[in-house]
Each structure stands twice: as C-alpha cells, then as structure tokens.
C-alpha cells in the first residue's frame, strides 16, 4: 500500500483497463490516428446558413454525398450527392471533382465551393452548378467575399482581385525583394492568421503591406541542387531591426488605394484589422514594440484618418491581444473586446465612440473562445477554461447583468458552435476516456440529440493507466501533471521516467482530452516499462496572467523550479527507478530539457532535445521580446537564460536534433551548443534532419521517434 500513499495528489485517477494485449509499433504510435487508430467524426459537420438545420458530408443508404440533420431527431436526408454534384460541375466547367469539396452555405438552398481554384456555386432546387470565378494555379492567400465572390489573392508578394463580372485588378505593384503585400505579418503572432480583409458590403479590400527590406536576411542552405544553395530569409532577431508594417483599403468602386496613417514608430504592430458591420470603418490594435501598451483604434477607410484612439491598455509585463472585437449583432455601435486587465482573460463591453459600458465577465479562470449570441443578443455564448485549466466548458453570460450559466457538463474538453439563430448548438466532447461524443444542445444546455459516440480505436491495445496528479511547487502554487503507467505496472518494481515537457507560453500540455496524434508515442513507451511524465509549470497558459507572467525577463529560471516540483514528487514514489530518469521536448521543450539537464546536473541520466533555443538572441523578436524584453535592456536576463553559459555542467547522455532549414528557431542555435561542448570537452550526440523545417512529419516524423526511442532504450 505504500505506493498508493504517496499519491496523496491524484485528484482523479483513470483506470483505463484495455482489454486487448496487442503492442503499438512506431508507425501506428505516429501516424495511427491518421490512419486506422483514427477517432471517428463527422466530416463537415456545420450549421446551414442562419438556419437551425445541419449538414455534413457522410454516406447515407448506400450513397456518398451532402446530407442535412435534423437537430432534434438526429434524421438524416440526402441533399446531394458527389456523383450529382460531379456532373453538374462538369456541364459548366473541365473540372473533375474527385472528393466533396468543403461547402460553404449562403442560405438554406445555395452553397459554394472552391475546388482546384474554381469557385462553383450550387443551387439545390434548380440542381445545377455555376461557375463564379477562378483564379490563377500561382495565387497565395486566397480571400473570398461570400456575398459578391470577387476573390483577392496574391501572386510573388503582390495583391489582386478577380472580379465575379469578369477581369483581374492588379492592386499592389511594389511586391518582392522585401516588401510583401495580402500575407500574414508579425509571423503570426497576435492571432494574425491572414492579411486579407474584404469589407462586409465588398466595396473595400483592407491588406497589410510588410516592409522587411529592413531585417537581416538569414542563410538557409538547400541541398538539393548541385551545388547546394543559399535561400535567404528575413529573420528579425531580438533587438534588431525588425519589420515595418502598413494596412492598405482599395476601394473596388474608385480604384483607387488608401494607407490608413497608423503614424510612428513605423516597427508597432498592427493587429485585429477588423471593419465595422457597415462597412464606414476599420479597427485596429495598435501595440507599441516593447508590447506592454496598445491603443485600439479607429479609422475612417476613404481617407486614412484616425478618427479616434477609442481605449489604451497598459501592463508591466506585456499586453498580447489574441482576438478580434466582436460587434453585437444587430448593432453597429457596440463590441466586446478580449482582455487580460484583471489578471484574466476576460470579457468587456464599449461602444464605437469608446466608452465602457461595462466588463460582462468576472471569472477567475480564462475565457478561451467566443461562440455566439442569443435570438435578440442579450446573452453571448463562450467557452472557458476550468479546474485550472484542465477542463474546457461552454457558458452563457447576460450582455446587461453579467450573469454566467455553465451550458456544459461533463468533466473534459467541451468545443461548441451555435447555430445562426442562436438556438442551438453543436457540442464536440472528448476526455481522458471518451474519443469524442458529438451532440446538439439547445441554448439553456439541454441535450437535443448525439449525433456520433465515437468507439476506442486502441481498444484492442496494452496501454498504461493514466493519473492525473496536483503537485504543489515551492511556493504553493498547484500545477498540473500528468504520469502513464507501464502497462503491465506492478508497484513492487521500479521503472525508468521520461519526462515530456514544453513549458513555454501557449504550451499547455495537461489537459483532461484524449490522448491521440503522435501523442501516442507515450503509450508506446508505457507499453515497453517507462513511466511518462508531464507537468505544467507556470509560463503555460489558461491560468491567468499571475501564473503566466511569472517568467517575464528570466525565461527558464522558474519552469525549470516548477519541473523540480514534479521530479521532487516522482522521487517520492516506490515504484520509481530515481537513477534512471530522462527528459525530452522539442521547440521551447528543447529549451528546457537542456535548462533541465544542465541547470540541474545530475538528476537526468539521458535528455534528447529537439530544435531547442540556446541564446534567446537568436530568436526572432516578437515571440522573444514579448518574454525577454531586448538584449540591449535585459543583458542580465539574456546571460541567465543562455544555455552555453551551463555547457560545463552537462552529466548523462543528451542528444539534440534540428531541421537543417529550420526557420523558426534558426540552426546557428543548436550548432553553437555543438561548438561550446568541443570547446569544453563535453560529449553531445547529434542528428540532422536534411530539408526538414521546426519539425518533421510524415515517415521523417516515425524515423524522428525511432531515434528517440532507441536513445531512450540504449542510454536510460
């Protein structure tokens, strides 16, 4: 009984006994959930227009094709299907449409598609195809308005249109040799996922405009010519000059284009571009390059002016906004905003002149998405993290009285998406034992139908039992953790830790989810005698801005003092072999399995650290200034974090990997860990990926964790 007290911070305990014996391979372990270990889903499942009816893409009665849902009764009926919709796209076009393309509803009858593209639309009561427009096989960053399907796109860094009445406007002329115009900028931080934004009435094109021509180019060497070559690219690193970035407005009507005067200092970022319901205005965050104060502005889009600077947010810390604002629906005046102000991610309601009217949320916890609204927009519908950060759920919140009403129950991950009426809503459901449950609810919680319970695809496999652990750090600060079991776990023996970490900002890991993907590796080792171990320090997200700003300046200082927690607690435990403990993470996980090997020598026997950062210099500035500050003003910080300033400390095995074109964290990271062991010394084993990038997929991903793992079973 002794092992059993020791677990005196289980907090629940997943005895997920599988009755099958059969052993993942690496193959399954990697690439299975892509495969035959795939959870089952319903493919395209979405809601049809501003109805209360669904579709998705699945066989019914022997065909393949669209199909509507019932919400209520969960009936099913075939719309159309692929062969149907094969030959009608073929009497308007030379296309051949092997697969159902994604489909985009207009309304309850008319749908869209581009394939191969050629945007189609469908008519469901004529059932017949048009052919809309297209553009050419070279366009990037494709953008199509829904309502008149003139589509923007980019070909070699510069912007065009294609018109639905036929022709093409070229809009930028300036694009290449740094300058870039329509993609994403600020390398995607801020929640930029585009650089396209057409106006609701599609009278207007907003785009940003990226001037690099500022930013050291980096050398990527390409081996596959002879001789190999330079590829550069830009590569902003912290401190240095970084890029300069512009919001354009072409209006479609006048031709002609305006640069919204955004103002100095020209390195600010420029995020959330978003334009009101009426089309008469843009929005912009505007955050200052140290990233600790943002204005949120408004500006007239036919003639650039800033009309107003409606509300500024300041923090000691750093300010990193990840939403758009959320205009009411129905109303043109008012929006709800994202916020961090009160130490969580929280919700508050302004009008467009920028007056608050009043912070809707209160919670102690972080709101993670927001879902919708209610038939008249008294209530919106988000969802937010739970039990510290483990738990996801969908809540209600009155727009006039703040009050919050849990819609989801169940213990787990909960992803939800409301019908256009706001009546309904599609739940997506997973936890530690269920793959996914997929169901309708109605706004007040109340479960409708379940569309889909998805079976356990390792059923039939000998996998670990997972515990779910609250480990208390120095300071009394719950973290969360996770530990798989060997499969044949027998608390008389001892066994050998691999210790999986990330610990960087973004990087929770410990959720109450399903464990799939390449996730699956932990169990492959569960089933060969290692106990897999992982744990959240703080620097991690969903536990408020306290938990996440503690690294602010010192990046590895404290998580590797949270990591120590759960390695102080693994050593407690009877069953654990304490001499034979190893750590592994890639990115930020490579950073700290390194911190962890060489900042706490001796307690790992073996590391493998995948494309990890050495020298915080060396990264680029907008992930690494918002944690670090520059080096110019945080020398100390930057000395304290440098891993080859512990190169003389490295005890045990440690094998480190990179893509040899990695261009997110750059190779001169690694190979300057290389060249300060050989100046010491000190043994390193290293391994190169030719071509590979930050990471490595398909069969280079199975080779990737063969390699692992056999370090693993030969050095631990």
Known sequence: MRWKLVLIFVFFTIISS???????????????????LRVRNINQLKWIGNSNELSCVDSLNGLYGLVRIDPLSGDKKMLLTLDSLKSAVKKVSEISIRRFPSVNWINRDTFYLFYHNNLFVYNLRTKSACLKNSVPDKAQNIRIHPKSFNIAYTIDDNLFVSLCSGGKIQITFDGGNGIKNGSVVHRNEFGINKGIFWSPDGNYLAFYRKDERFVTKYPLVDIDSRPAKVRFIRYPMTGMASEHVSVGVYNILSGSTTFLQTGEPADKYLTHVTWSPDSKSVFIAELNRDQNHLRFCVFDPATGERRKILFEERDKEWVEPLYDPIFIKGKNNRFLWFSMRDGFNNLYLYDTNGRLIRQVTHLKTDITGFSGFDPESKKIFFTAAKNNGLEQHCFSASLKSGKITQLTKQNGLHRTDFSGDGKYFIDRFTNHTVPRIISVFDCSGKKQTELLKAENPVKEYKLGK??????????????NARMILPADFDPQKKYPVIVYVYGGPHGQMVRDSWLSGWSLWFQYMAERGYIVFTLDNRGTNNRGSDFEQTVFRNLGKYEVEDQMAGINYLKKCSFVDTLRIGVHGWSYGGFMTISLMTRQPGVFKTAVAG???IDWRYYEVMYGERYMDTPQSNPNGYKEANLLNYVD????????????????????????YLRKAIDLGKQVDYFVYPGDEHNMFGKDRVHLYQKITDYFTENL
């Open 649 to 672: 400390n490295l005890k045990g095995k440690l094998l480190i990997i990179n893509g040899a074109v990695d261009p997110t964290v750059v190779w001169q990271n690694s190979l300057s």
């Open 611 to 613: 494309g990890p950062v």
């Open 18 to 36: 599988f009755a099958g014996d059969k052993l993942l391979t690496m193959q399954e372990a990697i690439l299975g959930s892509y495969g035959k």
């Open 466 to 479: 997972i515990e779910y652990l609250k480990i208390k750090n120095k300071q009394g600060i719950t973290l």
